[in-house]
């Protein structure tokens, strides 16, 4: 592996050194987040395959704040596809109120009881243990900006909400979701950890406090 080792120290060349690097950052940037950059999910680094892009921690705990506010105390909050969210809910509320964090990633199943399994291509795919219409509101951040998942998200956001809808995605599906879902744009603006192309909002089918601030 040495390039020399005229003092019985192994080395490598100027030029080798300078491939190495070049490749450890390449491998940091394909590989998403390492260990000192956490985005919002916690330990729970992004995988891009999965279309994982956490929110900024300023994100995550606003719309965990605004899912309190909306549920009321004591109230159940699902988090689908959207892992920061109910992380930050964790952190911030204990029994004041309940939440669940319905995800594809099973790394999530770390959270025990409040981890449920779920695939957006098969939406009503759910255990028996979750009860229709039982969360006071419902966080969804679908993994991909297609009409298709919006609208298989869509029905699980039904199945399992008792009304209010918060859900964030990118700006080109406004249409499609005030169709599927009847929410309509918040002046509020999501941020993520890492800047993304497209450019992501949030909305809502009922009177919240993301209307009211930047
Ligand atoms: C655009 S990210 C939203 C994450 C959100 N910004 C956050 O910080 O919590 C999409 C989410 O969908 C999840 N996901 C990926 N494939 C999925 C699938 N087949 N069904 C349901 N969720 C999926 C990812 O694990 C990821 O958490």
Redesign the pocket.
């Known amino acids: 592996m040495s390039d020399s080792e005229d003092d019985g120290v192994p080395r490598l060349s100027s030029h080798t050194l300078a491939a190495l690097q070049e490749f450890y950052a390449e491998q940091e940037q394909h590989a998403g987040p390492g260990v000192g950059d956490k ?3 916690g330990a729970i680094e992004e ?1 891009w395959q ?6 900024s921690q300023e994100t ?1 705990l606003r719309l965990a704040r605004e899912a309190i506010a909306a549920a009321g105390e004591g109230g159940r909050v699902a ?1 689908v ?5 109910y992380r930050e809910l964790r952190e911030l509320c204990g029994a004041r109120v309940s939440a669940c964090v ?4 099973r790394r999530f199943a770390v959270y025990g009881p409040d981890f449920v399994f ?4 098969r939406p009503l795919d759910l255990p028996g243990r979750v009860v229709p219409h039982s969360f006071d509101i419902v966080v969804a ?3 991909y900006l297609s009409e298709e998942c919006l609208q298989k998200t869509s029905e699980t956001i039904k199945y399992l909400t008792r009304g209010k809808i918060l859900l ?1 995605t990118g700006a080109v599906m406004a249409e499609a979701a005030a169709r599927l879902l009847g929410v309509r744009l918040c002046r509020f603006v999501p941020r ?1 950890a890492r800047s993304l192309a497209n450019e992501f909002r949030c909305y809502v089918n009922y009177e919240s406090g993301l209307d009211h601030e930047d």
């Open positions: 985005g919002s999910a995988n999965l279309s994982q892009f956490w929110y995550a988090c596809s959207a892992p920061s969210v319905f995800e594809y990633d779920y695939d957006y291509a951040d679908p993994p964030c993520h």
